[in-house]
């Protein structure tokens, strides 16, 4: 008896073990590399990749491991800060890069750097960023774009929505990309036009790692001026079924991953999310006095073949809705805002097949093929007297696309490499818009059209390896649209020196264009004989060239310093046709403008950002960004003035700890997002004007003439982990705003109260999770 308790002692204070296996592959090729040499260097342990490039630890002690990778003619590969949890075996894919030198033994030591960006012909304002690092960053919620405002050069728009201002661009100058295919908005709560939302759509249980990136684009990327978030699905566990189970205040949500069959490498990875924010409502955080639903499903399968290379389906859909009813009882009225009511809808979805097969030792082809669907629609009704509710507004945009595109890679030799593709896009829109010019004019309609038009892009890059320290990039895109046969050609170019393996300076250079929001081209307006007419459907694309100077230099083994100063000239911007009007699509955040544009606008956006940044180790990391920064338009009028989003200045700072104990059974974390900005650029109100109209009128002539006072917020996230026998659970509060401080949002004029109100930003909002992993 004695014997049989001892052994139950030992078996219950064992520490719990896991499998890390994945595979190792060329990074440009992607083709398996067999025979390569992979080090777990935290238990002295050594394997070799099999014929398909796999490799496999089994009974690994959880907890932080160090992985490194060699293989004859390719650049050695370190990996810090491996983490083994029990509840999920970790499938680690391992991208090597091949090296300039033809020795077949390759020496150099290098550490791989988490955020050098996957795709290398990304060469400056660019970085990549795991689903990890969204779960540990406060308040992130598992949100891209509200983990990237950590970053140099981001700001957030607008703490309502995840929308984000990349170096004083618009927050709609962002593009969308996923297993290399450009997407719609995948965001809940979207509006039409913009490229985010309230939440996203996207789980954190099928993002791998992805690339962000701020200017000076590779040539693959067109169709955005501003940024790009470049996303890469990982596969689902072809060995063993595995599943997830969150539930918060956010929602439920449930994940399944696993093989088809034990007899073949094909695996499939579906999440589901519902949600309703009602529970946060109960608990006296204000988000609104309506209901607000959303819910959305997401999935990658993975479906390898013997001959006929590697298919792939991907896809998400989300539906989100909010109702908030009127007040039509006068005494209840506290503002303006109370005699307005309505229903909002966003819908969205993608789905895609991609097919990526190797021709030859030297040459890789990928394609595919996706639909697209987005319906967005908002019904506002407004109480203009007790016994009378108005219909004040509707809006319904339907966009369905059909997306083909293509990528060939080839590798001539060490030093020379070519990735060239095209992308269509054939796109279908039913849109109708019926809307007030102001509350005192009558509703009409604005937008009414069913049609159909293309994209089309094309493009190529080359890069050079002259040494080992010095490399070039030159590329071309080329983007046209067909409703207008506006298009453009985009040289792209960049240069990259490495002192040594410890610092580098770099330099990129593109020109970039975008297609303005769909609907702006069939905004209806009234010519002097009173005949309606689309005076947009001839606008060209927007430009911007950018340039950008960036330096990093590795301090120590886990600390890095990066600048880097950029340039932006943005022309063709879409301006009023009236020459005293101060607008211009830069200021916009989203939805479909209807007045009159031409492409006489112009912008410059400049300034320098500095970034510090120590990553993970011994469970601690942070990162500090800084930048200084001017954004500037010229509009119909001719006078540069700032635009909205000048903010002058931004600084973050996010760190986190985490407390593990002895046994790595259990652990503590506390993770701090600190953000200090200046404001954003208002218009001055027109008092007397506002009070005789009834409505908010501006000074047009001093446009954002006004600086908001700075923000400041303060993130704080909780968690505690505990690591069972076959399970891992995670219990986490992320509190946004922890000091609940009032940022003001914009300013306007309330006819019911006879005064300029101040409309602030969200105050302190908890979210509550709890996640279990098996």
Request: hydrophobic share 35%.
């Amino acid at each position: 008896m004695m014997m049989l308790l001892s052994g139950l002692w030992l078996q219950l204070g064992a520490q719990p073990t896991q499998t890390l296996r994945g595979q190792v592959f060329d990074q440009l090729i992607q083709s398996p590399l067999a025979g390569a040499t992979v080090e777990l260097l935290s238990t002295g342990q050594t394997v070799v990749t099999d014929a398909q490039g796999f490799y496999r630890f089994t009974r690994i002690p959880i907890g932080t491991h160090q992985l490194r990778i060699s293989y004859g003619g390719y650049k050695l590969v370190q990996l810090d800060n491996v983490t083994l949890i029990s509840g999920k075996e970790l499938v680690l894919p391992i991208a090597m890069e091949l090296d300039v030198k033809e020795e077949k033994e390759v020496v150099v030591k290098a550490k791989a750097i988490r955020s050098k960006p996957i795709n290398e012909l990304s060469v400056v304002s660019s970085r990549a960023f795991s689903v990890e690092e969204t779960q540990r960053y406060a308040a992130a919620v598992n949100d891209p774009l509200r983990m990237s405002t950590s970053f140099a050069g981001v700001v957030g728009a607008d703490d309502g929505n995840n929308n984000i201002v990349i170096r004083g661009n618009a927050p709609t100058a962002l593009l969308w990309r996923m297993e290399g295919v450009d997407i719609p908005n995948p965001n809940h709560f979207a509006g039409a036009g913009s490229a985010g939302g309230g939440i996203s759509i996207l789980s954190a249980q099928l993002l791998s790692n992805a690339d962000f990136v701020t200017g000076a684009f590779a040539a693959e990327y067109g169709n955005a001026v501003g940024g790009v978030f470049d996303l890469h699905l990982r596969k689902g566990n072809n060995e063993k079924r595995e599943y997830t189970f969150q539930a918060g205040f956010l929602g439920l949500n449930l994940a399944a991953e696993g093989p088809f069959s034990k007899n073949y490498n094909g695996s499939y990875l579906v999440n589901y999310r519902y949600s309703t924010l009602t529970l946060l409502d109960k608990m006296g955080v204000n988000i609104g006095d309506g209901t607000t639903d959303f819910q959305d499903l997401s999935y990658h399968i993975h479906l390898p073949t013997k001959k006929a290379g590697t298919f792939s389906l991907f896809g998400f859909g989300g539906i989100s809705a909010q109702e908030f009813d009127t007040e039509t009882d006068p005494e209840k009225w506290e503002s303006e805002a109370d005699r307005y009511g309505g229903t909002y809808k966003a819908n969205t979805g993608v789905s895609g097949l991609t097919h990526t097969i190797q021709l030859g030792r030297k040459t890789s082809l990928r394609s595919s093929i996706a639909y697209s669907y987005q319906d967005f629609g908002y019904d506002e009704q407004f109480v203009a007297k007790p016994d009378s509710v108005i219909n004040s507004q509707k809006e319904n945009y339907a966009t369905k696309k059909w997306i083909l595109n293509g990528t060939v890679n080839h590798q001539f030799n060490r030093r020379h490499s070519i990735r060239t593709g095209f992308i269509v896009n054939s796109i279908n829109f039913d849109y109708f818009q019926r809307s007030r010019e102001n509350p005192n004019a009558p509703v009409e309609e604005r937008i009414n059209t069913n049609d159909n038009t293309s994209t089309i892009q094309a493009f190529a890059q080359w890069q050079y390896k002259a040494t080992e320290k010095l490399s070039f990039t030159a590329g071309m895109q080329y983007l046209q649209l067909l409703l207008n046969n506006s298009n453009s050609l985009e040289p792209r170019a960049s240069v990259k020196y490495d002192f040594d393996n410890r610092q580098s300076v770099a330099f990129g250079y593109g020109l970039h264009s975008q297609v303005q929001a769909m609907g702006v081209y069939f905004a209806k307006a009234q010519d002097a004989a009173g005949n309606w007419y689309s005076p947009n459907k001839s606008l060209c694309l927007t430009k911007s060239n950018h340039f950008v100077l960036s330096y990093n230099r590795l301090l120590n083994k886990s600390l890095r310093l990066k600048t880097e100063v950029y340039y932006q000239h943005l022309f063709d911007v879409p301006v009023s046709i009236y020459d005293t009007s101060t607008f211009s699509t830069v200021n916009i955040e989203q939805g479909f403008v209807t007045e009159p544009l031409s492409n006489n606008g112009k912008g410059r956006n400049y300034g320098i950002e500095i970034s510090i940044e120590r990553q993970l180790r011994n469970y601690f990391y942070f990162l500090f960004s800084n930048s200084l920064y001017q954004a500037k338009y010229t509009a119909a009028d001719g006078i540069e003035r700032n635009t909205r989003y000048n903010a002058g200045y931004a600084g973050t700072f996010t760190a986190g700890k985490e407390f593990v104990h002895v046994s790595q059974k259990r652990s503590f974390g506390v993770n701090l997002k600190m953000v200090y900005t200046g404001g954003f650029r208002d218009t001055p109100i027109d008092v007397e004007a506002s009070t005789r109209e009834g409505y908010t009128k501006y000074i047009e002539k001093d446009a954002f003439s006004i600086q908001q006072q700075a923000y400041f917020r303060t993130d704080l996230r909780l968690s505690m982990k505990w690591n069972r026998a076959r399970h891992t659970s995670t219990l986490s509060l992320d509190i946004q705003n922890l000091t609940n401080r009032s940022n003001l949002y914009n300013r306007q004029y309330d006819p019911l109260k006879g005064e300029v109100v101040n409309i602030y930003q969200a105050g302190l909002i908890p979210i509550l999770n709890y996640k279990i992993e098996l």
